[in-house]
């Protein structure tokens, strides 16, 4: 193999593992989103609390 193409597979290899490093600290975080605003009003709605559009029309006014 040539010089070029080694330090093409080496630069592709490199960027693979890269981009599983990035992967696997994103999903780390994934417990904190609360998902969909579909899926956020039926949990609230669920467990007795008031509905989403409620909750963020009374946080603040409308501008």
Do not use: F
Request: hydrophobic share 35%; glycine share 4%.
């Amino acid at each position: 193999m040539s010089n070029d193409r080694i330090n093409i597979l080496r630069t592709a290899a490199i960027m693979a593992v890269l981009n599983m490093v990035e992967e696997s600290s994103q999903n780390q975080a994934i417990g904190r989103d609360s998902g969909r605003p579909w899926a956020e009003d039926h949990r609230r709605m669920n467990s007795g609390q008031s509905s989403l559009m409620w909750k963020r029309s009374s946080r603040s006014t409308w501008r």
